[in-house]
């Protein structure tokens, strides 16, 4: 560990980058393409998820483009339905599901427990080249003939009447399942196994609670959208009749099959977000979490009770009352576990030290987003409302408020907050700042307008629209461009950090976890010698080790004499 | 008349100021929340915001009593929005007795619709105001969804079988129709209108239009002879199979022991899947007409199956002979 060159002052110290760190461990494209070391692992998902972020994104362009006119002006009806279909595939399989756990949770999963690595390194570096081919069969599919079936794949529109590619499509996200899997596996032995002296399960950052949680629904869940899709694949090809009516098959077993994993699937995008929220809040407000066992018992509670509310998507399929009635009992028994985290989040703060460093910025918004989007989910888990908004732009804007507004803030909120962690080196603060609330203010800008579209009673997924609702879309598409400059501006200002970016030193924060006990980048080995817990989770007061008065992020004078 | 920017959809049906109240009900508790948790979160972040470098927050753990608060107080409220939503749509799902029933087929990318007395129309849909009008939909290729904003209702068209929905128009207009299961190229451009009329003035659309079409029944009967139909259904239950006076509506006991209600549903099933509910006393003989027949000539059979609805029914043990196992 690198010791500061200023003695003991308020100024902050200089640190230098440590000599040999898992960045510089081996040089060469073998050395990236072969390793096994999960800080490495978890930079090759980092570039192959932005990637889809970035096909994603272009696709999203385009739509709200396309949507500035009643009639659209931009692509034809064949072009447009590729496109919200592939914004949705690219999006959620290849982007916001790996993005947490594959990223952040590679990278921190072990080094949060003391652990050199994960259980399995190889099958890492196995699940990663799982998702590139999937990867490169879901691009095959969208480069020869694109996909237009909606991201659900809806029989028998997807098994019999589409004529894009689907068949590439659906063989790459059975694919990329067994990515998940392995991922999770790995997480969930790693966990178990791996925990370093002192480190039990209720001092376990709610980071790892969340993967660990994630990891269970990777386990369970993947395997049924994989096998699912596989069943369209072969019905397209084989005319095998499961889902198609003509065959004897039906087409509502596979919304009950497409659901039982796609339900769950958006506690995999949410619940890892949530978890690097309660890192994040305890770290900017110096205090221990408000209700540890009650977040980490939450995220579990989300896990289980996410299996037994699929069929709420399907009230108006025809499907049985007394089932519609049990699925929509169950989907506000859900929502409970998630309001209790809001509580418990909003009442760290109270008495904390609170800064306003990029990352609690990012976790202000989430809660903020997150509540919307979560408090809109009672609207549409409501059986007597859902009549009239199911499948409209009001469930779009609800969805966008978890997944962007949750997710995806709390993974930037992540990746800004352990960016010096994984570079050394600190991204500008003042730009992020800016950043971070350009995103707030044009994510909501984006979203806000389509729940009055909704209730109005535009449909989703139409490429032209009554003119009476153009009003409401031309202010979702000038959001969108907002939105779009508060995604490039991190990507930016993030690779300039690499070179000209302060370094840091170990914790500049500083934090709590044992991810900071360790060099910035961390060595190859994480930790050179294993550490020993002795402290409760996310304690600030007995904890002489953090040296608040070293820190780098957020500089203030030192207390006036006497105080303290 | 409309304002400039309304936020809710005209309100033209029975269900639309029930399913608006209940939007305002949980509208109002989520504003309370939503604001209660933003105002404490903004108030916290300047009142407690750090003043000095080391400077570390008060260390509270946290409180069971809190905990147990905002679990049960959320529960509460969330079962309260349950039961109400329970209540709204249990009424929308059990049609009332003495509807209006309109056949409504959707195929890629058009709606046809079929009025009581067998007149056709594509994309517009003229009904009575103040009467409950029960649609019964079939798909004849992939999903769709028959939607109605102005009347809060829609139902999935599911290929295979009918779903049906209820609702009472309660205010003559126009009003947007749209299909809101995403159904492949044209989906956006599946809409049409539903045009409410005055009693009176539906009764005269429909008597100065109607003799253009082929009456449903007629075709109906043509079809049960054509694709003999008849020769095993005989009207005085002596052929191989039951006959079909006096059946529809009523409860029909199965071989398995169970009864089923004669409805469009079962009756539908039976020309496609006769083998899934045998009627008691009768052999599986009947060949499936899956595939053979288009969604509009099961309707016109069904038609005319329903028109048979006030036949004296056969006398009791006609059929038996067959029971008995001699045919």
Redesign the interface.
């Known amino acids: 560990m690198d010791t500061p060159t200023s003695t003991h002052t308020?100024t902050a110290p200089v640190y230098k980058i440590p000599g040999e760190h898992y960045l510089n461990s081996s040089y060469g494209i073998r050395s990236w393409l072969l390793t096994t070391d999960h800080k490495r692992i978890a930079l090759l998902y980092l570039f192959s998820v932005t990637f889809f972020f970035f096909v994603g994104g272009i696709f999203a362009t385009m739509i709200r483009i396309h949507l500035m006119t009643p009639q659209g002006f931009l692509v034809t009806?064949?072009t447009y339905?590729k496109l919200f279909t592939m914004h949705g595939v690219a999006m959620i399989f290849f982007f916001l599901i790996p993005s947490i756990p594959a990223v952040l949770g590679n990278f921190l999963v072990p080094l949060m427990i003391g652990a050199k690595d994960l259980a399995f390194p190889k099958i890492n570096l196995l699940s990663w080249y799982i998702y590139v081919i999937g990867g490169c069969f879901v691009l095959y599919s969208f480069s020869t003939g694109g996909l237009?079936t909606?991201w659900?794949f809806?029989t028998?529109?997807s098994s019999?009447?589409?004529n894009s590619a689907v068949t590439p499509a659906v063989l790459g996200i059975f694919i990329n399942g067994f990515s998940s899997i392995l991922t999770g596996l790995n997480f969930v032995v790693t966990i178990h196994t791996m925990r370093a002296p002192g480190m039990t399960w209720f001092r376990l950052p709610l980071f790892v609670w969340a993967q660990y949680a994630t990891s269970i629904i990777f386990i369970l869940g993947t395997p049924v959208i994989a096998i699912t899709l596989l069943l369209v694949g072969l019905e397209r090809m084989f005319h095998l009749g499961f889902f198609n009516?003509?065959l004897?098959g039906?087409?509502?077993l596979f919304q009950h099959l497409f659901w039982f994993y796609s339900h769950p699937a958006v506690y995999i995008m949410i619940l890892p977000a949530m978890g690097v929220i309660s890192e994040i809040i305890p770290t900017f407000?110096?205090?221990?979490i408000?209700?540890?066992?009650?977040i980490a018992g939450s995220s579990i509670a989300i896990a289980v009770i996410g299996f037994f509310v699929w069929a709420h998507h399907m009230?108006?399929?025809?499907e049985s009352?007394y089932a519609?009635?049990a699925f929509?009992?169950l989907s506000?028994?859900v929502?409970?576990p998630s309001?209790?985290k809001?509580?418990?989040w909003?009442?760290t703060?109270?008495?904390?030290?609170?800064?306003?460093d990029t990352p609690m910025l990012y976790a202000?918004g989430f809660?903020?987003l997150f509540?919307?989007g979560g408090?809109?989910g009672?609207?549409l888990?409501?059986?007597?409302?859902?009549?009239?908004i199911?499948?409209?732009y009001f469930v779009v804007a609800h969805f966008h408020y978890i997944m962007v507004g949750g997710a995806v803030m709390g993974y930037l909120g992540g990746i800004h907050f352990w960016w010096p962690k994984i570079s050394g080196r600190m991204y500008p603060e003042f730009l992020a700042r800016v950043s971070a609330i350009i995103l707030f203010m044009g994510f909501n800008l984006t979203f806000f307008p389509q729940f009055?579209l909704g209730?109005?009673?535009m449909?989703?997924?139409?490429?032209?629209?009554?003119p009476e609702f153009q009003?409401l879309n031309v202010m979702s598409t000038a959001g969108a461009s907002i939105l779009a400059l508060g995604y490039l501006l991190p990507m930016m200002y993030l690779v300039w950090s690499l070179k000209y970016g302060t370094v840091t030193g170990p914790n500049p924060w500083p934090a709590t976890g044992l991810e900071w006990k360790t060099d910035s980048p961390p060595p190859t080995e994480n930790f050179l010698v294993t550490p020993e817990v002795t402290w409760e989770p996310y304690?600030?007061?007995t904890r002489p080790d953090l040296e608040?008065?070293h820190?780098v992020a957020?500089?203030?004078?030192?207390?006036?004499h006497g105080?303290? | 008349m409309q304002a400039q920017f309304p936020l809710i959809p005209e309100q033209a049906s029975n269900f639309a100021p029930t399913v608006d109240l209940l939007m305002l009900f949980i509208v109002a508790i989520c504003l309370f929340f939503a604001v209660a948790i933003t105002a404490a979160v903004i108030y916290f972040f300047f009142k407690y915001e750090r003043k000095h470098q080391t400077e570390i927050g008060v260390p509270i753990h946290g409180d069971t009593r809190l905990e147990t608060a905002w679990i049960v107080v959320p529960l509460v409220l969330a079962m309260a929005m349950f039961a109400w939503g329970a209540v709204v749509y249990v009424d929308f799902r059990h049609s009332p007795g003495d509807t209006l029933d309109i056949y409504v087929v959707g195929k890629q990318w058009m709606w046809k619709v079929q009025q009581p007395n067998g007149l056709k129309e594509i994309n517009e849909v003229h009904l009575p105001v103040d009467r409950d009008v029960r649609l019964i939909m079939a798909s004849e290729d992939v999903i769709h969804d028959f939607s109605v904003p102005a009347f809060r209702v829609k139902m999935d068209v599911v290929p295979g079988h009918y779903n049906t929905m209820w609702f009472r128009p309660t205010k003559a207009g126009r009003y947007r129709l749209y299909c809101s299961q995403y159904c492949g190229t044209n989906h956006a451009v599946m809409t049409g209108w539903i045009t409410v009329m005055e009693q009176s003035d539906y009764a005269a659309w429909l008597s100065g239009s109607a003799g253009t079409e082929a009456n449903p029944l007629v075709a109906g009967e043509k079809l049960f002879s054509e694709r003999a139909c008849v020769t095993c259904h005989l009207s005085d239950g002596k052929g191989r199979a039951p006959s079909l006076n006096g059946v529809y509506g009523g409860q029909v006991p199965l071989a398995d022991g169970r009864t089923v209600t004669a409805d469009d549903a079962y009756i539908r099933e039976s020309i496609l899947q006769p083998a899934a509910k045998i009627v008691a006393g009768y052999q599986p003989l009947m060949p499936s007409f899956q595939g053979q027949l288009t969604e509009e000539q099961i309707t016109a059979l069904i038609a005319y199956i329903k028109s048979l609805q006030n036949e004296p029914p056969p006398p009791t043990g006609a059929g038996v002979v067959t029971a008995s196992g001699k045919k």
């Open positions: 308020a009806p064949e339905n237009d909606g659900t809806y028998p529109l019999v009447y589409s009516p003509a004897g039906d087409p509502i407000a110096r205090k221990p408000f209700g540890y066992s009650f009230f108006l399929t025809g009352v519609a009635l929509s009992f506000y028994l929502a409970i309001a209790v809001v509580f418990n909003t009442s703060l109270y008495k904390g030290s609170i800064s306003w202000l809660i903020g509540l919307i408090l809109t009672l609207f888990a409501c059986l007597g409302l859902d009549i009239h199911h499948d409209t009055i209730y109005l009673g449909p989703r997924r139409y490429h032209s629209y009554p009003v304690d600030y007061e608040l008065d820190i957020g500089k203030l004078p030192a207390p006036a105080d303290d």
